[in-house]
């Protein structure tokens, strides 16, 4: 997940001659509140070690040449004083040198181990002193000492030695308030927040017991940081940052008042509060531009330029950042033009869509960090180098950046960030559709965070495993414990928008196994977090995700009022995007479950309405290829093929080859069923031959199954259809992908039952479901059934028939499978017509209802059909006349409309009533004669004869 960037510039708390923080140091409370001799950290320096722990001894700012001479000369001075000192045996005097020494390596030259050699002397003289205040004041040199070189057990024994000196001496409360203001700095740079907080907030409640309003100031300042660093409380880092903005106000400090502005903007940025971010930032760069320091205004140009970025007005942001870019070339701060270029090369990857141009920018970025010599900044460069390269297809570029920056956190032994560089390359591998390497390094991922005990690392990890046991390996019960281990840690952490995102993984990977009522539980609980964190982008995609779970419950009145209320809300936000979603979701549930194919054309060109208004063409040629399914659909076939051919216009435009071989595919099976088997055979093999050439084995699969599919059917040669089919099970088994593999045993069961040898067909049916159990596929467990039913039936076989009949309903009962369960009443309701009608009877009479329930006319006109075949096998002629009558009514094709006909006239004539039977039989004709079925004329004719 990318974060804003944004930049924190030094607090301008007063500093004392030797370039350390002053405390109590405000005129008008002066006199009330003696400045304490203790030190702390620059707020600068102190930013600068909690941003960037690694970097502590790095990136200081550089002295001149003259300032280092001066302070060269000072301490030439002093260090004669100390001899001097040292010969007459005054101690006090050597104390106060061996920290005006100390404080000179420590603050100007930067020089930290000699800046220590000279504190451990300072405290080894306070010893032999009257009074613990100059052990104090040694301690507290030492520990701040310790803080920069990063460590941890000196810093905070050093810190924690102060504090006690000072709360057992008391003459100086400012004295307490300082120490435990810097063992609470401390204790946040090491991590141990908890501790930081209370230490920050005890010396909050001294400070203010005591009216010292320049300290609280700056514990103001420090606990708002705090909270938003290390806590991640925006809300609470808010609340100190205005208090801390009207004391500035108040106390006169109009720089702190500006950093309480920056500090608020940061606050509302992590709010998603932009345009009052914006508001801030703006105030801040007033401020910055008063003072008339460069650095500092440039600082607050980026920040300007990034809330503009983040309100997606970009003009105005890329102005901010050039304005800040030349300063920065204009001064020569290196440190800072690096920065702006990483902005800009964010902006341009993210809001610009402009991958191509925001590379130059992160290569700049990069040669600086070189130059510079900051592995930070040159990993980052590398991380997003491929972030940008990936984004422009150039998925080998990107692994290759990847691994450059997990080669460089593996030599800095950095495990944290060993485990994000883990998962950036199995990304990478993802994309390059290499998925037993990516998955090595998400597993990787995870043991190395399991290893270290680190929670985010392992959300992470388990997340991308759980991600690619479904997409790839197509697994959803595989993928399930990652999904649950992942919400586990995400409600362990308080990430509240991490655990809406487990449920929605969880809900997908039930609804890919077709237990549409457990996942409908998950989307639900997907729906009440994000209704709960007020986020209208989750709740619309929720919302839809509902929809979609109740509409494969067959439960469409459900899935519509969701699905409406989703669209409702996607209009209300302007979220165009969103509505496109919904559109697409509507479509697709007409056209699949309502089986109505010319209403889902209405949505599908919503959908492509909002694509062209939008100018997403990649949107835009994807609907193509719908709105052509859909025609396909309605037996359209010339207009299916003509919106093809738009789709892959776009697609060659576009550069998409993926997206190409699916349309090629999709025109080869319409010219199929159109009966123009050699342009079928044309494009079938062109799609093949660009899915080999791009080593796309999916694509591959696809084909395979197109041309077995016209082999069986429109050539009607199922045994040569059966070298298409094996060819497309070796490919499914080489990716390891078990539901096509499964789908392959269902197609071939399929060709060897169409060529009569019923036990081969038995036995590919039988493989298709054992592997439908393995991964938990509900809804290929009922076909399998279905298939393996009708081979027992053709074997002769009826209790078997019925035993796997009654299999199918049973599963299609537990995961509420409405479709599949009429379906496979109708199929028991056929098996038993002819021996027993009256169970047939039943079966026929519960199609009935669910078609009803589902309101599929479709089904609802073939079981009028079936019941009234039924009541004439048992010779309830009448009744079977008002079925048939039903049937004929609800009847809109042509082909439909002459099969009711004829059964009407056959009804009639049962009933002795030959004028009304040759009526419906001669209406027959006219339509038989309509559309040119010979056969079917045959057969009218016949019955005429026979009246």
């Not at 998409?656 to 080869?668: A, E, F, R, V």
Request: charged share 25%.
């Amino acid at each position: 997940m990318e974060v804003k960037i944004t930049v924190f510039t030094p607090a301008g708390a007063s500093a004392s001659p030797d370039g350390q923080q002053a405390t109590g140091s405000h005129e008008d409370t002066a006199a009330q509140h003696p400045a304490s001799e203790l030190a702390s950290l620059d707020i600068d320096e102190l930013v600068r070690l909690m941003e960037k722990p690694e970097r502590r001894t790095l990136q200081v700012e550089p002295n001149s040449a003259t300032d280092d001479r001066h302070v060269k000369i000072e301490l030439e001075t002093l260090k004669a004083e100390l001899n001097t000192s040292a010969s007459t045996g005054e101690k006090a005097k050597q104390f106060d040198l061996y920290c005006q020494i100390g404080d000179l390596y420590r603050t100007k030259l930067h020089d930290l181990q000699s800046a220590l050699q000279y504190y451990q002397n300072m405290l080894e003289c306070s010893k032999s002193l009257t009074g613990d205040k100059k052990e104090a004041k040694s301690h507290n040199r030492l520990g701040l000492t310790y803080d920069i070189l990063g460590m941890e057990e000196e810093a905070i024994r050093s810190h924690k030695g102060a504090l006690e000196i000072c709360k057992v001496t008391a003459n100086n409360e400012s004295d307490i308030c300082v120490a435990n203001k810097n063992l609470a700095s401390s204790l946040a740079l090491f991590d141990q927040v908890p501790g930081a907080k209370t230490n920050y907030e005890s010396a909050l409640a001294v400070a203010k017991e005591t009216g010292n309003k320049p300290e609280q100031l700056d514990i103001y300042l420090k606990l708002g940081d705090l909270h938003i660093d290390k806590l991640e409380e925006p809300q609470v880092s808010h609340k100190y940052h205005t208090e801390m903005l009207a004391l500035a106000m108040e106390l006169g400090k109009r720089h702190m008042e500006g950093e309480a502005y920056l500090r608020l903007g940061i606050a509302c940025s992590a709010l998603d509060d932009d345009e009052t971010a914006l508001d801030w930032h703006l105030k801040d760069l007033k401020v910055k531009q008063e003072e008339g320091g460069k650095k500092e205004e440039i600082t607050a140009h980026i920040n300007v330029g990034d809330a503009y970025m983040y309100l997606e007005k970009t003009d105005q942001a890329t102005s901010h950042l050039n304005t800040a870019l030349q300063m920065a070339e204009e001064t020569g701060d290196q440190q800072q033009q690096m920065q702006i270029h990483i902005c800009l090369g964010e902006m341009h990857r993210n809001q610009l869509d402009s991958p191509r141009t925001a590379i130059q920018y992160y290569e700049q970025y990069l040669a600086l960090a070189r130059q510079l010599g900051d592995r930070g900044a040159e990993g980052t460069a590398y991380n997003k180098l491929g972030l940008a390269h990936h984004g422009i297809g150039d998925h080998q570029a990107a692994l290759e950046w990847y691994q450059q920056v997990l080669k460089m956190r593996e030599e800095d032994g950095d495990k944290k960030a060993q485990i994000s560089q883990h998962i950036n390359v199995g990304y990478a591998y993802l994309s390059m559709e290499e998925t037993d390497q990516a998955t090595s390094h998400f597993d990787t991922a995870l043991h190395m965070a399991q290893q270290i005990e680190d929670p985010h690392g392992q959300m992470q990890a388990c997340f991308c495993l759980g991600d690619v046991h479904m997409e790839q390996l197509h697994s959803p019960r595989t993928a399930i414990p990652y999904h649950e281990l992942y919400l586990a840690l995400t409600i362990q952490l308080g990430e509240k928008s991490e655990e809406g995102l487990a449920y929605n993984r969880l809900g997908q990977a039930y609804y890919e196994m077709s237990e549409f009522g457990e996942a409908l539980g998950w989307y639900q609980k997907q729906l009440k977090m994000g209704q709960e964190n007020g986020d209208d982008a989750e709740q619309i995609n929720a919302q839809s995700n509902v929809g979609n779970a109740y509409m494969s419950l067959g439960k469409t009145d459900e899935a519509t009022s969701h699905f409406n209320t989703a669209l409702q809300m996607a209009q209300q936000t302007g979220d165009q995007h969103g509505q496109m979603r919904v559109s697409f979701y509507m479509g697709e549930m007409q056209r699949n479950q309502l089986h109505s194919p010319r209403t889902s054309i209405q949505y599908y060109e919503q959908h492509l309405a909002l694509a062209k208004q939008l100018g997403d063409r990649r949107q835009e040629g994807a609907v193509y290829n719908k709105l052509g399914l859909a025609h396909h659909d309605i037996g359209e076939h010339e207009a299916a093929m003509e919106l093809y051919k738009k789709a892959l216009k776009i697609q060659e435009e576009d550069g998409d080859k993926k997206s190409q071989i699916i349309l090629h595919t999709n025109m080869g099976d319409t010219y199929r069923l159109l009966g123009k088997v050699d342009q079928a055979t044309s494009q079938l093999n062109t799609a093949l031959q660009m899915a080999q050439q791009t080593g796309d084995l999916h694509e591959q699969l696809d084909v395979y199954f197109c041309l077995g599919e016209m082999q069986r059917e429109q050539l009607h040669s199922p045994s040569a259809s059966i070298q298409h089919y094996e060819q497309y099970l070796a490919l499914a088994r080489e990716l390891g992908d078990r539901r096509q593999e499964g789908l392959a045993y269902n197609k071939l069961g399929q060709a060897h039952y169409e060529m009569g040898e019923f036990q081969e067909a038995l036995d590919w049916f039988q493989k298709d479901l054992k592997m439908s159990q393995e991964i938990g596929d509900k809804e290929e467990q009922i076909k399998a059934h279905k298939n393996l039913a009708a081979s027992f039936q053709a074997l002769g076989n009826l209790d078997l028939t019925t035993s796997h009949y009654q299999s199918a309903i049973t599963i299609a009962m537990e995961t509420g499978n409405k479709q599949d369960l009429a379906d496979t009443y109708l199929k028991l309701g056929d098996s038993h017509r002819a021996h027993e009608p009256q169970l047939s009877h039943t079966y026929y009479t519960e199609m009935l209802a669910l078609a009803r329930d589902l309101k599929r006319k479709d089904a609802e006109r073939q079981a009028y059909n079936k019941l009234g075949l039924t009541c004439n096998e048992m010779k309830d002629h009448e009744a079977a006349l008002e079925w048939h009558q039903k049937n004929l009514t609800m009847s809109e094709e042509k082909e439909d409309k002459m099969t009711a006909h004829t059964n009407v006239g056959h009804s009639y004539q049962a009933l002795g009533k030959a004028d009304l039977a040759r009526s419906h039989y001669q209406s027959a004709m006219t339509i038989a004669m309509e559309t040119g079925n010979k056969q079917e004329q045959k057969y009218i004719a016949e019955w005429l004869a026979s009246l």
